[in-house]
């Protein structure tokens, strides 16, 4: 099992080979603590905590309940974090209707963001080595519990392996396990977490999403087909497929279709940076929807092609959209969606199309998100816009209702 300064020495190993910053200065121990009650460190701003905490507790399909428990003594190695704000994704809707990972009751919400209020004695850097204080602002990403050296490194690794994630994992005498809450504890064995202080807030909720389409658009460069002047289909305008064209655009990609059935969210990719859109539900049948396709490329099939919407019929349409000798990521199904069918001879074969698939994201990929939302910011892509509604804690019920009736594109739980 890996420590935290295995993993903050493999993070400031690959960050200084991204930015020059030494990777040699010592590491802190930053893993749970098992509920110990050792000393808090208080350096920086003081806090009034609480004795209790809110925590949205999803205890049946399709409803949460606000509970109250006791927020625990902070160990030598804990970080208690209040809450600001955490994204709804998919697989939180996912788990409202079906628990496809039988975790209920559990306390959800995985793309969160808050303030250190009170820390352990041991935790004076987050994973990267950057120094850490009471009163910065902090994500959390994996809770590593196999090798990281095959997460960092290998882009055929098994990716996360048996990684957990804040948000994801069952309930147990803590409770604070999730960012769907006004305080969080940080602390189990494993855990790595970034300050991101230089972050504004809206920022700062949109960086678990956007790791996962760095981590795709890293996946899609692996092929050696995806380059500057590629033509590229994105099909799928949720979230994570209007955040695919916002990252395509910034490294310098021009020739962006996108492919979805949502008017609204189509006309949306367009400020993102798409060039082009198509609306499958102008189309009669798989011929006519290619050569849709075509036609906003000027008679042209994509050189590669990104599959975002989680549904079969989509894996099975996105292979005639792409050119011979193209290129496929499929990063839509994080659950099982079913089965899609498909002729390989037509689809693969006759025209060597290379294909990956993409599973949620490393470290390195959030050191590179950090990079892509000031990038955003810089070239004026408004990816903040994508979250366009807002609900405190107790409307945590209607939030999901609200996002699964696709009312708004990004919908987020936002502490007052």
């Not at 999730?178 to 991101?196: K, Q």
């Not at 920022?203 to 087909?225: D, F, N, Q, Y």
């Not at 590669?304 to 989680?310: R, S, Y």
């Not at 969606?337 to 994201?361: L, M, Q, R």
Request: proline residues 4%; contains cysteine; aromatic residues 8%.
């Amino acid at each position: 099992m890996a420590n935290s300064q295995d993993i903050e020495a493999i993070v400031r190993q690959v960050l200084s080979s991204m930015s020059g910053v030494s990777s040699t200065s010592s590491s802190s121990n930053a893993t749970a603590s098992s509920f110990n009650t050792g000393a808090s460190y208080s350096a920086g701003p003081s806090y009034n905590i609480p004795k209790t905490a809110h925590v949205a507790m999803l205890t049946a399909l399709g409803h949460y309940d606000i509970k109250e428990f006791p927020i625990p003594p902070v160990g030598d190695n804990d970080i208690l974090v209040k809450v600001e704000g955490c994204g709804i994704c998919g697989t939180d809707a996912h788990e409202f209707k079906k628990d496809p990972f039988n975790l209920i009751p559990v306390a959800l919400g995985h793309e969160g963001t808050g303030t250190i209020v009170k820390m352990g004695k041991n935790v004076t850097k987050d994973s990267a080595g950057k120094p850490l204080k009471v009163g910065d602002k902090i994500v959390t990403c994996m809770i590593f519990k196999d090798d990281p050296d095959i997460t960092m490194y290998d882009l055929n690794k098994q990716n996360v392996g048996d990684a957990d994630v804040y948000g994801l994992v069952p309930d147990d005498e803590r409770h604070l396990n999730g960012w769907f809450s006004d305080y969080i504890m940080i602390g189990r064995e494993g855990s790595t977490f970034f300050n991101v202080s230089d972050l504004d807030l809206d920022s700062r909720i949109l960086i678990e999403p956007c790791a996962v389409l760095i981590h795709a658009v890293e996946r899609a460069k692996s092929t050696g087909i995806l380059r500057f002047n590629s033509r590229v289909a994105v099909q799928g305008c949720g979230p994570i497929g209007l955040i695919c064209v916002a990252i395509l655009r910034t490294m310098g990609i021009t020739q962006i279709v996108t492919v979805d059935g949502n008017a609204q969210r189509l006309e949306f990719s367009k400020k993102l940076g798409a060039t082009g859109t198509v609306n499958f539900k102008d189309f009669n049948g798989i011929e006519a929807l290619t050569q849709g396709v075509k036609d906003q490329f000027g008679g042209y099939l994509a050189d590669f092609a990104f599959q975002c919407t989680g549904s079969p019929a989509g894996h099975s349409n996105i292979y005639k959209f792409i050119r011979n000798g193209g290129g496929l990521c499929e990063l839509g199904f994080f659950i099982n969606g079913g089965d899609a069918t498909i002729n390989p001879h037509f689809d693969i074969c006759s025209k060597e199309i290379t294909t990956v698939g993409s599973w949620v994201y490393t470290l390195r990929d959030y050191a590179t998100t950090f990079e892509f939302l000031k990038a955003a910011q810089r070239d004026n892509i408004p990816i903040k816009e994508l979250i366009t509604h807002k609900f405190a804690l107790k409307d945590i019920n209607e939030a999901h209702e609200f996002n699964l009736a696709q009312k708004g594109l990004k919908i987020a739980i936002v502490n007052e």
